[in-house]
């Protein structure tokens, strides 16, 4: 098999050779014990699986240096914008702990037998468990926060499934650095063996997801990608859940009252989000509505100046340079489109880019404008009135992100720019901006198609809802039940007969508080 | 386009043509009225839904008479299962509504704004909120409970989300009336015109799915019937969720000492139950694991006997009764497999089926036995050891259900049988039968492929979160957010900066409890 080369993205300079492409008995041994890792790892139990998370964030910790160092040179990120990373993708697992130790994931629900308006209920307790061995492919633009040590390995190691990630050849010798630490703190935690594992190779990909003890794909990253990789699943005997964080525009609207309060701020703001990551984000805005008139004029304006002193931006491969250099050239060739500014040139040197601005009058957007393009570019559309504006966005296609600046207190058309986006986006943003995300109990990260094929989020406590189904039991035994779901166990929040509950937590005398629903709407 | 014919499964005979089939123009007049009563209909709110499904219920229960008299005509299925199924339909419509009083569907969160571990955390706020028009596919089996006024209709009007029934041609008639009674009940309950929407003819079903206007698709049939649609929807320029509840097994495993204790009471209540509805039920029992030996013997000879009493029952419909010929033939020339016992032989009119009871040997089944065969037929397997029923268990493709009938106080089998089963099943029955589905919180109707393709429930209260997307508003202002998520209203279950508040009803001094969390895990 072949080499995985690490590449220095300043230079285009392979610099190690880290590992040798996953061989298909290698991949099967390594699906085999991931698949025998299920039970044990579910049997560690909410609390052990936290500690799990713990150990890992403080391995993580123990080695930050080393890890920063080698994720910048294998991505140009920088070691600020990587030691952030870092920072978050130990928060990240540590909430994922919060989350196991709060117990209400689990969606808890007993509904004691009874005579009901349908007849007899015998005894019924649900759960959700883990669905089994989850592939994660970990993305290229995010080195540690979406991959290895990422949100989908947080999240599915939460939910008791063992973890398989595809290491994104971009940064090879990063993941590779992550996992052996992973690996390590799992031992420590008395994790099973098989609780993560890491493959190499795209071949290795394509036939993780076709493993019949892989239950669950967790993936971001291009939509042809995706498509490839469900084609495969679709050829499965068995199909299974593809998670795809895919593709997303992430418009942003600034209203004219706004453009007019505080164009010279936004033109900054907005300059500053499009670059960001070198314009490498799923939520970097990709499109910037901008009153016609004397303010919008003003703001374009400047950010054509922001943007002209911007330095070249290294990409974080040749993939995505090449892909920048194809998109630049389809969007300015794009009925309309003129170029509004560019950065410096760059040394010539790598995987380069000049930041770009771009403009385009508003109406039916041609898709050139409406598709993502990866990289530091951002399209700017003005708008002449009211209808335009809602116009052009009710022709857009569906994003992770929709942002309104807004004027102080106005309310009135942003009102009316949120519901023409609303039913198009999954986070709507008042006078921020996209890029940056946080991770908390009730943040979303997801949207409808193109931006994801998922109902659940890929980010915050919530996304662990994605490796896990429902399990009811029906008339069982005590002794054969989830400890959660016993009628003595009262430390997470649970719905009994149809009343919701939370433990009372630190009051040993009073464990529980009752609340919500009547008696007879039990029936 | 073709007349619509309602035929007599107990003759064969048209009785009445019901309709025509709906045309591109109308399916297209259909979509666009649903599409615009997606906002009224989500802007009616929990309360007015709620209201709307009360309506739907009491208008139902009001035509009590003609609807089962009318569906026992289509089906005959006979005026006392129909009557329960009636009864069924309108707890469960009933049932949603105390879902959306309660309100904890919702998933609402509140963070709000401060330093966490990560850095600054904007305001964040969340809930999941509908996904726009549903397509519901009737199925043949359950005229009422999953039919036009069934729980995915039911599920999706809660959320929010208009409905297009496809009706299914097994009953037409059925149809065509419960969505007229559903219709009235909803101008009644002042919803938007194109709150509810009925089509007829496969290729109207067709057009559906692939309507831009459809924004999910909730099914319950047969798997070729799911795998056409699922090929259309991948040939949409954005796939839409398909929840396809498919075909299972239902395996049932007795114990030798369940055996041994109540064989004749087991055998009567087996039998009961694969001819049960004529042994139309998703969860009809299609394997039964019992063990070698004179207990075992007993039984299956009680089985036989009971069978071999059992009168021809009539099948839904033409295609269902030629599946059951076929599948019939198909299990009885499977290697090994024997006929125990066969019913009455019918009277050569309509859509009959003869109960037929079967045996194989345990080990490796064919495929002929473990695909699941729709009609009054089960296959009794016997097991000689512990090594080999469980080594059968894990050879079984996945269920709605698993079933462990065992002895008095029994535990340490049944444990490890559902060690090996409780992955490959959505609901774990002990000592019952898996026919019949209780409508309530903890109930979980679905399972891993074949059974579903789906990590969520077609039946019971979570049902729901099948057409609900989550949606984050980031630092909006007040005005501008749903009710459920301003800070003022405090009528729904929320977590707020991590910690789980549920509403206190009925106690206006004091109308939160709050628990669950503690402030450093906030960070």
New interface residues.
């Given amino acids: 098999m072949n080499d995985v080369p690490s590449i220095d993205p300043r230079t285009g300079a392979v610099v190690e050779v880290v590992a040798r492409e996953t061989e298909p008995a290698q991949l099967e041994a390594i699906c085999r014990t991931a698949a025998s890792a299920?039970?044990p790892l579910e049997r560690l139990g909410r609390l052990g699986r936290s500690r799990l998370l713990h150990e890992m964030a403080d391995a993580l910790e123990d080695q930050r240096d080393a890890v920063v160092q080698l994720a910048d040179r294998e991505t140009a990120l920088g070691a600020t914008r990587l030691g952030?990373e870092l920072?978050?993708t130990c928060?990240?697992l540590?909430m994922f702990a919060?989350v196991l130790?709060?117990g209400?994931y689990l969606?808890a629900?007993?509904?004691h037998p009874g005579t009901?308006?349908?007849?007899p209920?015998?005894d019924?307790?649900?759960m959700l468990?883990p669905?089994?061995p989850v592939a994660v492919f970990g993305a290229s633009n995010f080195p540690l926060a979406f991959s290895v040590p990422g949100g989908d390995t947080a999240a599915a190691l939460a939910a008791g499934c063992p973890v398989i990630v595809k290491a994104h050849p971009s940064h090879p010798a990063t993941s590779q650095l992550c996992f052996d630490i992973l690996e390590k703190a799992a031992g420590a935690a008395s994790a099973p063996e098989g609780t993560i594992a890491l493959v190499h190779g795209v071949e290795a990909g394509a036939a993780l997801v076709a493993h019949p003890a892989v239950?669950a794909v967790g993936f971001t990253g291009s939509s042809a990608g995706a498509h490839a990789l469900v084609r495969i699943i679709?050829q499965r005997p068995?199909?299974?859940?593809f998670f795809g964080e895919l593709s997303s525009l992430n418009p942003i609207v600034v209203t004219p009252t706004a453009a007019e309060q505080r164009g010279a701020q936004l033109a900054q703001g907005l300059v500053d989000s499009f670059t960001m990551g070198a314009g490498q984000f799923c939520t970097k805005p990709g499109l910037v509505l901008v009153p016609s008139g004397v303010a919008g004029d003003a703001l374009v304006e400047a950010m054509g100046s922001a943007t002209s002193e911007r330095a070249a931006q290294v990409l974080l491969n040749g993939a995505v340079a090449g892909g920048f250099g194809s998109g630049i050239q389809r969007l300015e060739s794009a009925p309309g489109v003129q170029v509004v500014a560019r950065g410096h040139d760059g040394t010539g040197q790598g995987f380069e880019a000049v930041p770009t601005l771009l403009a385009a009058p508003a109406g039916t957007l041609p898709t050139e404008v409406t598709d993502e393009c990866f990289g530091p570019v951002t399209v700017v559309v003005r708008y002449s009135s009211t209808a335009e504006l809602l116009s052009t966005l009710e022709g857009l296609p569906?994003s992770l992100t929709a942002t309104v600046h807004r004027g102080r207190l106005e309310?009135d058309l942003?009102?009316r720019v949120?519901?023409a986006i609303?039913?198009r986006?999954?986070?709507?943003?008042?006078?921020?901006y996209p890029t940056g995300v946080?991770?908390?109990?009730?943040?979303?990260h997801?949207g409808?198609?193109?931006s994801t094929?998922s109902?659940?989020?890929s980010v915050?406590a919530?996304a662990v809802r994605?490796f896990?189904?429902?399990?009811?039991?029906?008339?069982?035994?005590p002794?054969?039940l989830p400890p959660e779901l016993r009628d003595d166990v009262l430390d997470v929040?649970r719905?009994v007969?149809?009343r919701?509950?939370?433990?009372?937590?630190g009051q040993d005398s009073d464990p529980l508080?009752v609340?919500?629903?009547?008696p007879e709407?039990r029936a």
Same sequence: chains 1, 2.
Avoid: K
């Fill in positions: 299920a039970g952030g920072t978050r928060f990240q540590r919060e130790e709060d209400g969606e629900a007993i509904d009901t308006g349908m007849g209920r015998p019924l307790r649900r468990v669905v089994g239950r679709e068995d199909p299974i859940p569906a309310t942003p009102a949120s519901d609303r039913h986006t999954g986070r709507l943003i008042f006078d921020g946080a991770v908390s109990w009730a943040q979303h997801g409808p198609w193109p094929n109902q659940h989020t915050g919530t994605r896990l189904r429902p399990v009811t039991w029906q008339d069982a035994p002794e054969l929040p719905r007969d149809g919701l509950q939370v433990p009372q937590r508080l609340a919500s629903g009547t709407a």
